[in-house]
Each structure stands twice: as structure tokens, then as C-alpha cells.
């Protein structure tokens, strides 16, 4: 049986657990450094929390798309019906359209194409014509439903392809502040109907600028990427990083008061000495300022929780490299 790791106070489970081990281990000549890309490689980047949530995501997604392609062939059917009834008085080609597209937008592209097909068959059944007319009628409205299902799908994955990349910050790949500033509302909600306490905390790196100064701006950005792949592993389940912009982020903490937030910001600091990060063979050594503001003693909306993080973050900075500070009224109205 292997002996237990020297320094290793308590075992977790998970990413946490397998960090917490591995930055304890004397073994390792840069034990977090290496923790840390280890866990990247096994947890594929943080998605370790979308696994967690796959199987109900699946079972959701996949009632919904049934759901959806019921309501569609029943549309398919009631308008099949009404043409069938007016006798071929009115052209609902337009109808038979909007239900190709709709399917197209809201359904994957096999079932879409599948919808379109119905669509062809139906509309060309209720005319009546028989022999080579039907075979003929039946490819071309067959072409034209299923060619315009397959460009609104393009369409509208091209469409979504873009909502997500404006959400997310292209060089670490956390969520940007256009994220952070439509989930806060969102975020608040819920605890401000059941009383729960949340925290916003703000931080930045400190000596950033003399390592852009310095090294250049290519270690730069590998030390905001590696900031990133700490703070998606040092957070709990539910607790999100993002990138507010330059070298600062943001971390938004579930039910905790100041005092669980002080935790949250001394782990992250004690995990970072730890570490002992090395860019290009170059030892760099910084720190983190840290800003906390709680809800709702330090702000009832998100943007008074942000401006009072930022404010708590700024009495850090004023405190030294290293320091976490809680949002003060007094301290903020002296400054």
C-alpha cells in the first residue's frame, strides 16, 4: 500500500482532490505547474462540469427535439387537411414553407431533412395527380423543401456558432465580460428571492506589466492562459471564472458570505506560490490582488456589485502585491 503524501492534509475527490495531491507532492520537480497541465490533458479544459451535467442535458435535449418534431408533422398534417378540405382553392405553399424553416431552426439537421421530406410528400399527395406528374411534382417540391432546410440550418448553426464565440474570450478561454454581464441578473435572482448570499470577487495579476515589459507579450499571454486553468480548478462546481479584460477576472461564487470568499482568495493565492510558475525556462514570479464585494450586503444589482468589487480590488492594490481586501463603505468614501 502506498504511504500517503507527505503535507497532504485531507483527500478530495475529483479535480480538486487530484490537484490538492498533486501539489503537495515533493516529488515533482514544479509540482502545481505540472498538476495543473496534467489536469488540463485528463479534464479537457474545465469540462469536467459539463460531464457532471451530460446526462440530463441529453435526456432535455433529446424530449425537446421530439417534441418539436411531433408539433411539426402535426402542422404538416393540419395543413395537409385544410388544403384538402378548401378543395385546392388557396396555395399554402407559404404555410408548407414556414413549417421547413421553423423545423430547419429549431431542430438538428437530420431531423429538419426529415421534416422537409414529409413536408414534399404531403403537399404533393393532397393535389391528386397521379402517374408521372406525381414523380415529377413530388422531386422538384422534394428539392426545393429540402434545399431551403438545409440552408436555414447553415444558417442558424453559423448563427449560434457566433453567439457563442462573442461570449467567449479567445485567448483563455474562459467567458468574457459580455457573458459575465448577462449571467449576473440571471445569477442574482434566485438568491435574492431566497435570501442566499453571493460573491463577486475581482482580481488581477500582479507585476503583470513587468512581465509584458520584460519578456514579451507572447510569456504575457501564457501566464493569463495558465491564471485561466488555475481558476477553473480551484473553484467549486457552479462557480464560474471569466476574463473582465487585460489581466483582470472575475470569479462569481454560489452561496457564500465574506468570509467563505476570504477562503476561496487565499486558496487561490496559496495555490499559485505553490506552484512556482516557470514560463520559457524563466522563473516568474507574481501575485494576485483580490477585491471582494457580497451580495446583497455590498450591492443589491450587478452593476453596484461590480463597482464595488472593483473598488475593493483597488484597496488591495493600494495594500501591497498579494493582498485580498472586502468591500468597506468607510474605506471606499476616504478613498
Given amino acids: 500500500m502506498r504511504a500517503p503524501l507527505r503535507g497532504a492534509r485531507r483527500r478530495h475527490r475529483g479535480p480538486a482532490g487530484f490537484l490538492d495531491r498533486a501539489w503537495r507532492d515533493p516529488g515533482s520537480p514544479n ?3 505540472t498538476a495543473i497541465r496534467t489536469a488540463n490533458a485528463r479534464y479537457c479544459l474545465g469540462n469536467n462540469r459539463m460531464k457532471i451535467a451530460e446526462p ?8 425537446r427535439r421530439v417534441l418539436g418534431l411531433v408539433l ?10 385544410l388544403e384538402r ?18 423545423g430547419a431552426m429549431l431542430l438538428p439537421r437530420s431531423v429538419a431533412l426529415a421534416v422537409a421530406a414529409a413536408v414534399a410528400i404531403v403537399s404533393v399527395g393532397v393535389t391528386g395527380v397521379t402517374g408521372t406528374a406525381l414523380i415529377v411534382n413530388g422531386l422538384t417540391h422534394l428539392v426545393m423543401y429540402g434545399y431551403a432546410a438545409l440552408l436555414t440550418s447553415n444558417w442558424e448553426q453559423e448563427r ?3 453567439m457563442r464565440m462573442s461570449r467567449v474570450d479567445g485567448l483563455t478561454g474562459l467567458r468574457n465580460l459580455r457573458a459575465l454581464q448577462e449571467q449576473l441578473p440571471t445569477w442574482l435572482g434566485p438568491a435574492a428571492r431566497t435570501g442566499r448570499h453571493m460573491a463577486v ?7 503583470f506589466k513587468e512581465v509584458n515589459d520584460h519578456l514579451g507579450h507572447g510569456v504575457g499571454n501564457e501566464l493569463l492562459k495558465e491564471v485561466a486553468n488555475l481558476l477553473r480548478f480551484a473553484v467549486r462546481v457552479g462557480d464560474e471564472p471569466y476574463r473582465f479584460g487585460g489581466d483582470e477576472f472575475v470569479l462569481l461564487l454560489s452561496d457564500a458570505d465574506g468570509e467563505g470568499a476570504q477562503v476561496v482568495a487565499t486558496r487561490i493565492q496559496e495555490i499559485y506560490r505553490s506552484m512556482g510558475q516557470t514560463l520559457r525556462g524563466t522563473d516568474v514570479q507574481v501575485s494576485f ?9 455590498d450591492g443589491s444589482t450587478p452593476d453596484l456589485l461590480l463597482t464595488r468589487a472593483d473598488e475593493a480590488l483597488l484597496a ?5 502585491p498579494g493582498k485580498v481586501a472586502r468591500y468597506e463603505a468607510t474605506a471606499a468614501a476616504a478613498a
Avoid: T
Fill in 56 to 63: 440530463a442535458m441529453r435526456n432535455v435535449l433529446g424530449v
Fill in 72 to 81: 411539426m408533422l402535426a402542422a404538416v398534417a393540419a395543413v395537409a387537411y
Fill in 160 to 162: 449560434r456558432r457566433l
Fill in 31 to 33: 509540482p502545481g505547474l
Fill in 289 to 297: 490582488g483580490i477585491g471582494i464585494a457580497v451580495f446583497p450586503e
Fill in 201 to 207: 470577487m475581482m482580481m488581477d495579476v500582479d507585476g
Fill in 316 to 320: 488591495a492594490k493600494r495594500s501591497g
Fill in 85 to 102: 378540405s378548401v378543395g385546392g382553392d388557396f396555395d399554402l405553399r407559404l404555410v408548407y414553407f414556414l413549417i421547413v424553416l421553423s
